[in-house]
């Protein structure tokens, strides 16, 4: 059974750090592109990032781009998103999803999706 486990969510306090793991299992995720979404209470779900299964290319949105950096480790095969300077923004569930072939910003591509972790920014 393929499965997605998202873990390292929490609470932590305006320009902290977290570093959020999405963990496979059932399949191996070298090559597939991988996306981070969030979802915020009352609003749309959020494109974060995305990282290339064929070349590591790794692509941000505007409003996380400069403080979070998605990486993949595929001997852990796992994928992980650093997020450093916090703001309460960023407030939200945060998902992983993974494609075989889709690497971008419409979740509605992603064929596989973990169950998310909520990270709260809050002081």
């Known amino acids: 059974q393929l499965q997605l486990v998202e873990s390292g969510g929490g609470l932590v306090q305006p320009g902290g750090s977290l570093r959020l793991s999405c963990a496979a299992s059932?399949?191996?995720?070298?090559?597939?592109?991988i996306g981070w979404f969030r979802q915020a209470p009352g609003k749309e779900r959020e494109w974060v990032s995305c990282?290339?299964?064929?070349?590591?290319?790794?692509y941000y949105g505007d409003s996380v781009k400069g403080r979070f950096t998605i990486s993949r480790d595929n001997a852990k095969n796992t994928v992980y998103l650093q997020m450093n300077s916090l703001k309460p923004e960023d407030t939200a569930v945060y998902s992983c999803?993974?494609?075989?072939?889709?690497?971008?910003?419409?979740?509605?591509?992603?064929?596989?999706w973990g169950q998310g972790t909520q990270v709260t920014v809050s002081s």
């Open positions: 990282i290339s299964g064929r070349d590591g290319s790794t």
């Open positions: 059932g399949f191996t995720l070298d090559y597939y592109n």
């Open positions: 999803a993974a494609d075989r072939h889709y690497s971008g910003s419409y979740y509605s591509m992603y064929d596989y």
